[in-house]
């Protein structure tokens, strides 16, 4: 090996050592620093680490409020002492936990543990009473001190509690409207401002956050809740809803579902209370879809007013389906086929709409996608697109089924018969404020118009043939206050076994009121009541308890409905009763004499009364009838003018 090498190697030799020194230097400084820090200063560490924690805790925001329209608080923040340990401070763990545990409600070995554990901070009890809080403070115990936090307190307990959902320990909302607009009510902007002064060494005080007000009335809502609860606890029911929105604005008043739990004790109950039920479910409509059906065919001229189905008797198939009425019925004009909720005619109407004008039709009532209430877990519901439409699909779709809506879905559609034809978004949110009091700005309220007035005025007869007496809704009715609706009753489907349950049922009434100019529309569903599984007995019964409540509260409600002349009025120059009700055994001559001379509108409603199957040939009056090869029983009818 040469010197060059030689002096080289001894270069890079010298060199390692260098660095290998330098590292250990390192280290050692490392070292000794953290002992410093953790022996000389550890007392003053942990002051000062208490002291940042506490300033922090001044400058974290009070929680916004939560109103009512009518400027009742619904949800409010308040100061409580939270009491926690520094256990290196504590001097007897044992002594202090002998005299904290009454005052803590907690287990003497628990609370020694804490004050022995190796942390330099503690909770002892989070959210204190005042009074427990301020005996703790009187002990002086070595090491216990404590600190202001805020606890969300709802003052109505359990009303609306679904929708305003509730805040955890650390005033961060975790369900329904606390949760959505929590930014909001925390008011990040000025908690952010607040931070960075504290960090800068500027004194701050304590600052609230942002606010809300709804579109509840703390007093509807009382009504429409209690009532509620009352009626499914009643009938045995899972759970109910009921919605009572205001019909010129899409403005919620009341929205509530049954079992509720109280926000103020969210852990005292399961999460499956928590789910509000008004916006989350998706189920099948049944026959209150049958307006929807019939504002379409009556919209696009497809049926008019003064038109008759045959309603086969009671049963009819279309494809393999075979498709039932509860009561047997024949022939029926458009007001009597919503009147007594006719299935078969529902369906006879739908598949005379053309696929996309339906389809059309029913996303413009607000159906297949959620709304813009902006609330969580709000369900969308399923509208099967056309392609996928058979006869059998079209035909039960149009009394309710193959097809899901949510409660709030119903409610605005239904709504626009009430608004004169004009769909208006739901909405529950009123304002919405910063911690400065400036208005934040939300999406604006849309609406379209959907069917004609003369429609509307159709329909508002047909439902206000609803309630009154030989309708589903007669069990609605409240003295002095006319009301229009529809009943609705389908089956659940069973996903397990594939097929329609035949013992669980979702049963619904809804309505608006006064029928000539509406105020309110109401919505109530019950899901699997045990008793009286219809509609019109489960659901419509809370109905009428609600708006009775509603027309006490606002007395001017009451007013007489001036309701259009129906279809089968005009139908009829001689009254049907005046005719003979013909035996089971009616004769060919009684037949003849019952049919003969009489226009058609007149001779389909007397055949449809007493069960006679007719086909028609010919206009003008009946001629002729002659018993029809093609209908065992059943005549063809010959007009002529």
């Not at 006719?342 to 297949?368: D, M």
């Not at 009753?489 to 309505?511: C, D, L, P, V």
Request: charged share 20%.
């Amino acid at each position: 090996m040469g010197l060059p090498q030689q002096l080289a190697n001894r270069s890079f030799a010298q060199r390692l050592r260098w660095v290998r020194f330098l590292l250990l230097l390192g280290v050692v400084g490392v070292l000794a620093r953290a002992l410093y820090l953790q022996v000389y200063l550890k007392d003053d560490l942990e002051r000062r680490a208490l002291r940042q924690y506490n300033q922090a805790k001044e400058v974290e925001l009070q929680r916004g409020t939560i109103s009512d329209a009518t400027g009742a608080l619904l949800a409010v923040s308040l100061p409580m002492q939270s009491l926690f340990a520094v256990p290196s401070e504590v001097e007897n763990p044992q002594a202090e936990a002998q005299k904290l545990a009454p005052y803590l409600g907690q287990e003497e070995g628990a609370l020694a543990a804490k004050l022995s554990e190796s942390t330099s901070f503690t909770w002892l009890k989070r959210q204190a009473h005042p009074l427990i809080a301020q005996k703790v403070e009187s002990l002086a115990l070595p090491g216990v001190h404590s600190l202001a936090e805020y606890r969300r307190f709802y003052p109505f307990q359990t009303q609306g509690a679904q929708l305003l959902g509730f805040v955890g320990m650390d005033s961060k909302g975790l369900e329904g409207l606390e949760f959505r607009y929590n930014d909001q009510l925390m008011d990040r902007r000025d908690q952010e401002e607040s931070w960075s002064n504290f960090l800068s060494g500027t004194p701050m005080d304590r600052l609230s956050g942002g606010s809300m007000q709804l579109s509840l009335d703390s007093r509807l809502q009382h009504y429409v809740e209690s009532e509620l609860v009352k009626g499914v606890s009643a009938l045995g029911a899972s759970d109910g809803v009921a919605i009572l929105m205001e019909s010129a604005t899409g403005r919620i008043l009341a929205m509530a579902s049954a079992p509720s739990f109280d926000p103020n004790r969210y852990k005292d109950f399961e999460r499956s209370y928590y789910f509000n039920r008004a916006v989350g479910v998706a189920y099948e409509p049944g026959s209150t879809f049958k307006m929807i059906t019939l504002a379409t065919a009556l919209e696009n001229k497809v049926v008019a007013p003064d038109d008759f189905f045959f309603c086969e008797n009671g049963s009819y198939r279309i494809q393999d389906r075979l498709i039932h009425d509860v009561k047997p019925y024949g022939w029926l004009s458009l007001d009597r086929i919503i009147q007594k909720s006719s299935n078969i005619c529902a369906a006879k109407i739908g598949l005379l709409i053309p696929r996309e004008t339906f389809y059309k039709s029913i996303e413009s009532f607000g159906f297949g996608k959620k709304t813009r209430l902006n609330l969580p877990a709000e369900a969308a519901g399923k509208l099967y697109p056309t392609e996928e439409w058979t006869p059998v699909k079209v035909a039960t779709m149009s009394y309710g089924h193959a097809i899901s809506v949510t409660p709030v879905q119903m409610t605005a559609a239904i709504n626009t018969i009430a608004n004169g034809g004009v769909y208006v978004e739901p909405r529950v949110v009123d304002s919405v404020k910063t911690a400065g009091g400036e208005e934040v700005e939300l999406p604006p309220s849309q609406s379209h118009k959907v069917i004609s007035p003369e429609t509307v005025r159709l329909l508002t007869g047909y439902m206000f043939a609803v309630t009154q007496d030989g309708g589903t809704g007669r069990m609605a009715q409240v003295s002095g206050l006319d009301i229009a609706g529809k009943s609705g009753t389908s089956r659940k489907f069973n996903a397990k076994e594939g097929e329609y349950s035949s013992s669980q049922h979702i049963s619904s009434f809804i309505g608006f009121f006064p029928a000539q100019k509406p105020w309110v529309t109401l919505f109530v569903m019950v899901d699997e009541p045990n008793q009286y599984y219809l509609g019109s007995k489960s659901a419509v019964p809370i109905f009428h308890e609600i708006a009775t409540k509603v027309k006490d509260l606002n007395p001017a409600l009451a007013a007489h409905f001036d309701a259009p002349t129906l279809a089968l009025d005009r139908a009829q120059p001689v009254k049907p009763d005046s005719q003979p009700v013909l035996d089971k055994n009616r004769t060919w001559a009684q037949v003849q004499k019952l049919l003969l001379k009489k226009s058609l509108r007149e001779a389909l409603f007397l055949a449809g009364r007493e069960g006679i199957k007719v086909r028609v040939q010919g206009t003008g009056l009946v001629r002729d009838l002659r018993a029809d090869p093609k209908q065992p029983g059943g005549y063809v009818l010959y007009l002529s003018l």
